[in-house]
């Protein structure tokens, strides 16, 4: 199983940025991928869910309205579209999969936001 993150980087506040993470391993598309973020000094936090299908997505409270979670199965690849980007977004962030009972995770990518 393999997650990898792409499309962090700088962004200013107001702006947008485009995360993606792309699977191999497994079988993708019966698979829940949720993005995590962690900043400094504080615990990882769920941002995003979304089901097998796409038809399902869960958001925490402090990205509701500006982030977008979506999948593309046919090509393994599951992205978060954020906007309206604040300081308090920078973070590295993480992809997440459950694959047969054990738990995967991409090596991060980095958002910094200015203000």
């Known amino acids: 199983v393999q997650l990898v993150e792409s499309g962090g980087g700088l962004g200013q506040y107001g702006g947008s940025l485009r995360l993606s993470c792309v699977a191999s391993?497994?079988?993708?598309?019966?698979?829940?991928i949720s993005w995590f973020r962690q900043a400094p000094g504080k615990e990882r936090e769920l941002v995003a869910a979304?089901?097998?299908?796409?038809?399902?997505?869960h958001y925490a409270e402090s990205v509701k309205d500006r982030f977008t979670i979506f999948r593309d199965n046919a090509k393994n690849s599951v992205y978060l579209q954020m906007n309206m980007l604040k300081p308090e977004d920078t973070a590295m962030y993480y992809c997440?999969?459950?694959?047969?009972?054990?738990?995967?995770w991409g090596q991060g990518t980095q958002v910094t936001v200015s203000s």
């Open positions: 997440r999969t459950a694959v047969r009972g054990s738990i995967y």
């Open positions: 391993g497994f079988t993708f598309s019966s698979s829940v």
């Open positions: 979304i089901n097998n299908a796409g038809g399902s997505v």
